[in-house]
């Protein structure tokens, strides 16, 4: 498999600023921009009951993926295409109404992010696209008391039903790898900057050009890139897909210790997604502050979940 990560694909580093990099998978190419280090930021989280507060965090500098990972880079690395909206045509049954799984006039359906794909699939995917390109997993899986080599993990060996095993997989922060965002650097990232309720944008009357919702979306998925930015130059954070992050779905403490990944034991087993869904209102889950989780193996949402990375 031809795959690159010389330092030539950076771009210059700036003060604080890890640089950009482009990566590239037999030809699939995906960037990964820089985030500087915070130490007392402020970001917005929202409970179930729709009450927000500020919370303080410090966090490491860190790269995060510009776009969600599309279809074509998922089958590059994993041999598959799990996508409900696989571009085949024909009505589907999205939720409780039909929809069509081709792409949008003028999109390629290459380029539509990857998404019927649970927690378990979305770690296996990071350790494998890491090995592909050369670089250290960020996760360990035991199974009976020995890790797994996701080397030699066939697709079809990925649970697909709640495990125990893959609950308890081990986070490594230290390593050089692709894995999920924590929940705080997907909320950082997605602030872009700004105070903005939407990624990108502060009006709901321009989130149009910014988001893929239900207002504007058909109800299908779209090409990523074809909306605008936020701040951090990232694409379709409010909406188009849900993102999954690495943490456990709980309560927050405030402030936040540094690099926080979420608790590593008790309470809910089910993971955080966030950012909402090409079906969602502007008023809830594509609101860069609201949490959301689902079950790790299966949920009535994953035909409309997908993965961002965050690398270093």
């Known amino acids: 498999m031809a795959y690159s990560n010389s330092n030539s694909a950076c771009t210059a580093a700036m003060d604080g600023y890890p640089a950009d990099k482009i990566y590239s998978v037999d030809g699939i190419r995906f960037t990964m921009k820089s985030i500087a280090a915070v130490t007392g930021g402020l970001v917005r989280y929202s409970n179930e009951f729709n009450i927000d507060r500020k919370y303080a965090i410090d966090l490491s500098a860190y790269r995060i993926g510009e776009t969600l990972v599309t279809q ?11 996508s409900f909206f696989d571009g085949t045509g024909g009505k589907k049954k999205s939720g409780l109404k039909e929809v069509d799984t081709a792409p949008a006039i003028g999109e390629e359906q290459p380029k539509r992010p990857v ?18 390109l050369g670089q250290e997993p960020c996760y360990t899986v035991f199974k009976d008391e020995k890790p797994i080599d996701f080397k030699t993990l066939a ?8 495990d125990t095993d893959w609950d ?3 986070l490594d922060m230290n390593k050089n790898g692709f894995r999920l965002p924590t929940e705080a650097e997907w909320t950082w990232a997605a602030q872009g900057g700004t105070k903005f309720k939407w990624a990108g944008i502060g009006t709901k009357r321009k989130l149009k050009n910014y988001a893929w919702y239900e207002k504007n979306s058909n109800g299908i998925t779209h090409e990523v890139k074809k909306k605008l930015p936020n701040g951090y130059g990232l694409y379709d954070m409010s909406g188009n897909v849900w993102e999954w992050c690495w943490d456990y779905y709980n309560y927050i403490p405030n402030p936040l210790p540094k690099n926080y990944a979420g608790r590593s034991s008790g309470g809910s087993l089910r993971r955080v997604v966030r950012g909402g869904c090409c079906n969602d209102s502007s008023d809830n ?5 609201h949490r959301f989780c689902i079950n790790p193996a299966r949920s009535m949402l994953n035909n409309l979940v997908g993965v961002r990375l965050v690398g270093f």
């Open 168 to 170: 308890d997989a081990v």
């Open 72 to 82: 074509e880079l998922w089958q590059a690395v994993m041999g598959n295409n799990p």
């Open 115 to 132: 998404e019927n794909v649970n927690w378990y699939q979305a770690v296996a995917f990071c350790n494998k696209l890491s090995i592909k």
């Open 155 to 162: 697709v079809e060996e990925v649970p697909t039903k709640e």
């Open 285 to 289: 889950y594509t609101l860069v502050y």
